[in-house]
């Protein structure tokens, strides 16, 4: 059998207040924000993932279906879980370099202002929802 | 689950069955050595005892005293061992059956597989007596050999009736269960075997003292005075004139005219009355025919022997599956 | 209230120790499919819950009904359906670890034997080792595996976590969670750390003084709860719409930590979320009885 190296290796924060499935989420999209997954690629399996790190199944298997909901990844009927076409399409450099810029200095106004991390986080949560995108 | 309890109890039972080869060897041996030498003083000239005839008198008093102080050691060691063996086997393997199990909480393992409680206690009672049988039946075989070889003593007095015949496969089964319904209370295996020690002691002696020898009816026979005199006879055992081979409860005076088995009270109220008697005249016969008293024995014969290890047996036996009973009673309630 | 597809249930258990009572007022439901954890204090009466789910003890007051039957009824069926895992993992010292496995054989109409060689091969203990002169953490694969090779659908575990070493810890962790996968067991599992297994449960019980003062789904329980922290002179008063379970001040400020019943007002208080650690540490430092309200039978969490 031969050992292919896994598509994404996951890290589970247990000291976040951020649900575990939803950490997985998360780390999904970053990895196809930074070109690490791209569409095809398939998600470890449930029993890779436990072989890999100390996880719940369960959690797992929440967060693949969650990116299932959310129309990231799709599974496939004894293949497995793999990456769609949806937004797989990574930033290029300069679009990148300006958001970033742009939200580095909305930061670092907010902690002028003495806006904790959390809450700036929740302000883009909700203008997320307010935009009428997906939940999130 | 028979597997597992066996595996369990497995070294308990082979440095038993090693001991009991050694033991086993060892009552052959001097079982044989006993038995010859018994025969040379029975055979001509000494026929059992000392010789009227000058010459061989040295002869007969040197075999009369080899075959007293040789066999004295040896009875010794084999009865106590032989008494033993079975009831602490018993103990053994009880204690380590139940009591080590809880006191080791190995029973929280063991009471979470498939299976009730019921069945492991029955696997717990079928191994521990089936291995009992098994091992005591050959030794009780030999030891029932060893003391008709011996000449120790009959084999239906109190000093050997144990460990001849079959007896000693209750006490041993008895000792089993006694320690695993013991273990089931107390818990712990030190404590769970020095309760059950000093309770079989208690049980085996009283029931030796009180009960044996009412379990059948003696017999009574008058003694003529010269026999008391007599002491051995051709038919060695016997004291004051009984049957060879039998077990004397009690000898004295009584009144000529009692009938049936006469009380201890009676007895010491006519000891006493000749002792008054002997006191002022120095013919003892005068006296007890003065008195219109007699000299009995009462004694139970050999021939009752196999009804007393029956009957002995069965209490033993009875006794433990009443207690195995309880313990399956109980065995649901138990704190694990 | 009862729940076809809960795996533990109980209604008002209790459990009585001579005069002191070691479980009390434990009404849970359990649902299939979690890895639970059971939290509290040595002593808040959680080896008494596994004990009863178990069939080693009985209740003294309540009911008690394990995948749907209880286990002292006496049917040895529930038996072969659950495995237990006693806080001493007691093991006979003397047999060789082959022959430990023989026991679970013998002993479990369903044992699989193929598993059972299988896990202790990957951690590399061999079978003929006596288990006495196996390390503590070898000793507690051995007694989790004679849990696991029978398959259960339900896996109880007293502290399976204690008294070993990270490595140690982790190993049996993930082997527990590979079973998991594999048989869609559910486990419920008591530790009086919550930072050893938070990794890996998605249900929380905690017990506190023999009470059970909050069960729920974690993600139920980590949405529901926040820290509130405010800067002020005098005593501020929580916002309505949440229910304090902890408060903490200090010279110019105060920090609750409340669970959310409607939105808050932002503007006064500064929102954040708590970790699982520090929502159950509230619940334990408050640990009052009459906690019943706190319970929640949402399986199905905030939002879905």
């Known amino acids: 059998m031969t050992e292919k190296p896994p598509s994404i290796t996951f890290r589970l924060d247990p000291r976040s207040g951020v649900a575990p499935y939803r950490q997985l989420v998360d780390q999904v999209r970053n990895a196809m924000v930074s070109g690490l997954l791209r569409e095809g690629d398939q998600l470890p399996s449930l029993r890779d993932v436990v072989t890999q790190i100390t996880i719940n199944p369960n959690t797992v298997h929440r967060a ?42 909305t930061i670092t106004e907010a902690r002028h202002f003495g806006i904790s991390e959390e809450q700036i986080l929740e302000l883009i949560t909700l203008a997320f929802r307010q935009d009428g995108d997906v939940r999130t | ?58 002869y007969c008093a040197a075999l009369e ?8 050691h040896n009875d010794d060691v084999a009865t106590v061992i032989g008494a033993i063996y079975a009831p602490l086997l018993g103990l053994i393997l009880g204690v380590n059956a139940v009591a080590r199990e809880i006191e080791q909480k190995t029973n929280r393992l063991a009471w979470t597989q498939s299976g009730s409680r019921s069945k492991w206690l029955r696997s717990k009672y079928l191994t521990g007596v089936t291995t009992i ?47 695993v319904a013991v273990g089931l209370l107390i818990r712990r295996a030190g404590w769970s075997l020095a309760v059950c020690i000093i309770f079989f002691a208690g049980v085996f002696l009283s029931f030796a003292d009180q009960v044996r020898p009412h379990l059948v009816t003696p017999s009574v026979m008058t003694v003529q005075g010269d026999q008391m005199e007599a002491g051995s006879s051709s038919g060695f055992y016997s004291s004051g004139g009984t049957p060879s081979n039998s077990w004397q409860l009690n000898q004295g005076f009584v009144p ?78 138990i704190r694990a | 209230m009862i729940d076809g597809t809960a795996v533990l249930e109980t209604v008002n258990l209790g459990k009585r120790y001579r005069r002191k009572w070691g479980l009390q007022d434990c009404t849970l439901t359990i649902p299939k499919g979690r890895v639970a954890a059971l939290v509290g204090p040595n002593g808040a009466g959680k ?67 193929a598993v059972a060689q299988e896990h202790l091969a990957q951690l590399d203990i061999p079978l003929r080792s006596r288990i006495g002169n196996l390390s503590g953490g070898q000793q507690a694969q051995v007694a989790l595996t004679l849990c696991l090779a029978k398959e259960p659908e339900l896996l109880l575990l007293d502290e399976p976590a204690a008294a070993l070493d990270p490595v140690a810890r982790d190993e049996l962790l ?52 926040r820290i509130l922290s405010a800067v002020h002179d005098g005593d501020l008063l929580p916002p309505p719409g949440v229910s304090v379970i902890n408060s903490q001040s200090s010279t110019r400020g105060q920090s609750l930590l409340v669970r959310v019943e409607l939105p808050i007002d932002e503007t006064q208080w500064r929102v954040e979320r708590p970790t699982l650690e520090e929502i159950v540490l509230a619940y334990l430092r408050e640990g009052s009885p009459g906690a019943k309200d706190r319970h929640s039978h949402d399986d199905e969490g905030l939002g879905e």
């Open chain 2, 65 to 72: 005293a080899k075959v007293s102080v040789s066999g004295a």
């Open chain 2, 1 to 58: 689950m028979m597997w597992v309890v066996w595996r369990q109890q497995r070294s308990i039972v082979v440095a038993f069955f090693a001991a009991a080869v050694v033991f086993v060897i060892w009552l052959i041996v001097t079982g044989q050595h006993e038995q010859s030498l018994w025969n040379q003083y029975l055979a001509a000239p000494c026929k059992g005892r000392l010789s009227s005839i000058t010459r061989d008198v040295n």
């Open chain 1, 64 to 105: 693949y279906r969650e990116l299932e909901h959310l129309g990231i990844a799709e599974g496939r009927a004894g293949l497995g879980t793999f990456i769609t076409s949806y937004s797989s399409r990574p930033f290029d450099a300069t679009e990148r370099e300006s958001l970033e810029r742009k939200l580095r200095d």
């Open chain 2, 256 to 333: 000529v005219t009692t009938k049936g088995i006469p009380s201890q009270a009676l007895i010491g109220k006519s000891e006493r009355a000749m002792g008054v008697c002997e006191e002022a005249r120095v013919q003892g016969s005068y006296c007890s025919h003065h008195l219109h008293l007699r000299t009995v024995a009462i004694y139970i014969a050999n021939g009752q022997y196999w009804t007393l290890q029956l009957l002995e047996g069965a209490f033993y036996v009875g006794l433990a599956a009443l207690l195995a009973g309880i313990s399956f009673l109980g065995i649901r309630r």
């Open chain 2, 133 to 179: 049988v098994v091992i005591c039946t050959p030794l009780c075989l030999v030891l029932s050999w060893w003391v008709r070889a011996s000449h120790d003593a009959a084999r239906i007095v109190p000093k050997a009736f144990p460990i001849s015949g079959f007896v000693e496969i209750g006490y041993g089964v008895f000792c089993f269960v006694l320690a």
């Open chain 3, 47 to 113: 080896s008494t819950l596994l004990r009863m789910a178990a069939g080693l003890d009985q209740p003294s007051v309540g009911n008690l009904r394990v995948l749907g039957e209880s286990p002292t009824s006496g049917s040895g069926d529930l038996k072969e359906r659950v495995g237990y895992l006693d806080q001493e993992r007691p093991l006979y010292k003397s047999f060789r670890v082959a022959e430990m496995l023989r026991f679970g054989a013998k002993n479990n109409p369903n044992w699989n034997m």
């Open chain 3, 174 to 225: 993930r082997i527990l969670m590979r079973q998991v996968a594999d048989c869609d067991s559910s486990v419920l599992l008591s530790t009086h750390s919550l930072g050893d297994v938070v990794a890996i449960c998605d249900y929380v019980v905690v017990l506190a003084h023999s009470r059970v003062v909050l069960s729920n789904d974690t993600e139920y329980v980590l949405e529901s709860h």
